[in-house]
């Protein structure tokens, strides 16, 4: 056989197993909205563990993580630190979210901002937000996805038929199972993931340089600078590494993180899993070995997120690249089926029925959802075969973007007074400023992220409209201090 | 829904100290620590000290 046809045949194998886990995993059980969007809350510490982390390392997190130590270099330290931080936070965060969630049996970000601020227009405003940069985040996963089986079958399988036959298996097993099929092919994915970072981390750089040690000392040698802030690049230095890390360390915003937390059993789920997460992010520090080997191993590409692929292409023997394809377009895989997922719960509850069905049943909604997952699939697949250079600039705004939901969130739980004007003053202030800070390519600010600047203003403005307009709440407020004893 | 306690708080912005606000002090190559530039031996090592500080607070939050 050519290489090209073993990679191909040892990766089709691996997606075949995943595809068929995710098709089963919701077999027996009744299929309701409940079921289908948050596994009918009941997810223990190990699945949750599973589902979070299949969230967090995405395709493009793998590719994205090498890539910037190629490219950009020392700055790409803030990937590492944000994921960590991120759980610090959500150890605070998430347990109150999910005790909230389960009194008013919240099952979307978007439900959250209803029930707290007892507002439609708030709920479809984050839900369509929401959904704008979960498409934007899917469509770097079918993109990654595509670049990943390009280069692991020797360029035999062109991207847009990759990207598209993926995609529909995707949307197949998120239309079958639901999120607990994505949380079975994440088991999978997550297994072989960290085997690939493992072999990849230490044996490239063991087999070009004789250690890890030695690739370092070769890399500073030939490109000085290039491993410490700014790196390679001429804004991203301290001040950015900061701010960037504050604004993503908010990572609960983003809506399927947020919808992953009612999978938990319970609250104690969500601690003992952010005491966990951590250890899950030391094998991307695996993926930054390989990505700074590829500098000398595989000098000059003009796309960085080629770097790790092109370095294993160099090293190992084609079977070895078939499983590390087949691990890749999994881990493309996984996440995209949960971005779709949460879109489309998004879509159908809060934005269709509010404005369409207002008294729609839960069954009826789930049925639109899962039209609606058909319809999400193919806008993302289209952004996806018709990339343009915009979408960076969307991509930045989305992670900046969903930051801006920080507010509404955190004082949703902890304050009684903030009100539901304050909020969506604020949201729509951060959202249009981060935009526009994107959009003219003003982001760094002086060095500082952008989505940092719209938050403070967002805060901001919260506060002033707070204080300036004080007014009973119309929602639910989230239950105060338990009686003593009661725990 | 209760607020955690002041001592939880500090613990947990020890980590945002470490790896985030302090970045000036340990951005840098040398020394290298088992063949690791200094920052990014720094940032390893807190991610695996992080869920230490978490399981203390989780202790605290627990007896309260």
Known sequence: MNPGTTALSVMFAIVALGSGIGFLAAKRRQLNLEEWAVAGRGLGVVLVWILLAGETFTAFSVLGISGWIYSKGGPTLYILGYLTLGQVLCFFIGPPIWEYGRRHGIQTLGDFFGKRYGSDLIAAIVALAGVVFLIVYLQLQITSLGIIVGVASFEAVGRTPAMLAATVVVAGFVLVSGVRGVVWVSALKDFLLVAVAVVVGIWIPYIHFGGIGAMFAAVEHARPGHLTMPGSTPNYGHSWYVSTILVNSLMFTWPHFFGAIFTAKSGETIRKNAIMMPFYILPLALIVFAGCAAILVAPGLKNGDLALLSAVRETFPPWVLGVIGGAGALTAMVPAAIHILTAATLVAKNVYRPLFAPAMSDDNIGRVARVAVVVITAVALYLSVHSSTTLVGLLILAYSGVGQFAPGIVLGIYSRRVTSAGILSGLLAGLALTGYLVFTHRDPVGGINAGLVGLSANVVIVAAVTYLFPRPCTGSLPVQEEPQGAL | ?64
């Open chain 2, 1 to 64: 829904m209760r607020k955690p306690s002041i001592w939880s708080i500090l613990l947990a912005s020890v980590p945002f100290f470490g790896m985030c606000f302090s970045v000036a002090l340990w951005d840098r190559l040398e020394p290298h620590v088992l063949g690791l530039p200094f920052n990014l031996f720094w940032i390893v090592a807190w991610n695996a000290f992080t869920p230490a500080v978490l399981l203390v607070i989780y202790r605290i939050e627990r007896h309260r």
